[in-house]
């Protein structure tokens, strides 16, 4: 005889009334509740929104003055270029175009003769800890700046900084150029010498400021390199 295999399949049973009604009576008894809890949500979602949206317009808008600066600057217009960077640095402050706008503004400090403010304000910009990338275009304004001050060794000193923040072959050839430079100046031969050698050890024939480092230091070495 064949045996009869019971289904172990249970099916689900609708909630009896009894169930629904104990749940009606607690939405009812917590509507307030319920109703903070999904305003709370919405009000959570709307401010993070905003948040975005106004970061976003911020940005934008910083960019928009830093470029005005700099086309300012570009035309020589330095009280204008002054006026749009000083706006983006009090306005925008931590944003990507408030450090550029540091570093524009000491450009425009530089062309104006304010050597050593550039160099003073530009000390204080690397003492609040900039992102590496601007604390290194910062220390090789300084470097150009304290060469023009006849400071030539702490001229290398920043223009070496520069060379060490910088993530850029180009931008640490051409750190280390300035470096080599600057000790020259300072009469310190051999170390303006190792200088250049490093360059031309350490990166590809291709990096730019690499062909002038061997042409400099091939001019002061009779070719011995």
């Known amino acids: 005889m064949a045996s009869t295999v019971e289904s172990t399949v249970t099916v689900p049973t609708q909630p009896n009334s009894a169930d629904q ?20 949500v919405v009000i959570v979602l709307i401010g993070a929104w905003l948040f975005r949206e106004t970061g976003r317009r911020k940005e934008a808008a910083a960019t928009d003055a830093l470029e005005r600066g700099r086309a300012a ?18 306005s925008y402050a931590g944003t990507d ?33 900039p992102p590496a990338f601007y604390a290194s ?6 470097g150009g700046a304290l060469e023009n001050l ?23 050839v051409d750190a280390l150029l300035g470096a080599a430079r600057a000790l020259r100046l300072a009469g310190k031969d051999k170390e303006s010498l190792d200088a250049l050698r490093g360059i031309v ?13 061997e042409v400099r230091l091939a001019e002061r070495t009779a070719g011995t390199m």
């Open 21 to 40: 009604s104990a749940l009606l009576a607690w939405f009812e008894k917590h509507r307030k509740l319920v109703s903070y809890g999904a305003t709370a």
């Open 73 to 90: 600057f570009e035309t020589g217009n330095l009280p204008s270029a002054s006026t749009e960077f000083q706006r983006v640095t009090q």
């Open 97 to 129: 175009a408030a450090f550029q706008a540091e570093l524009g503004l000491n450009e425009v400090r530089l062309a104006s003769g304010q050597t050593q403010i550039a160099v003073d304000e530009l000390r204080k910009f690397i003492g609040k800890n």
């Open 137 to 142: 275009g910062a220390y090789g304004l300084m």
């Open 150 to 172: 006849k400071k030539f060794d702490e001229a290398a000193q920043a223009y070496t900084k520069a060379a060490d923040l910088a993530a850029e072959d180009y931008r640490k």
């Open 201 to 213: 050890s350490k990166f590809g024939k291709d990096v730019p400021g690499v062909a002038e480092a």
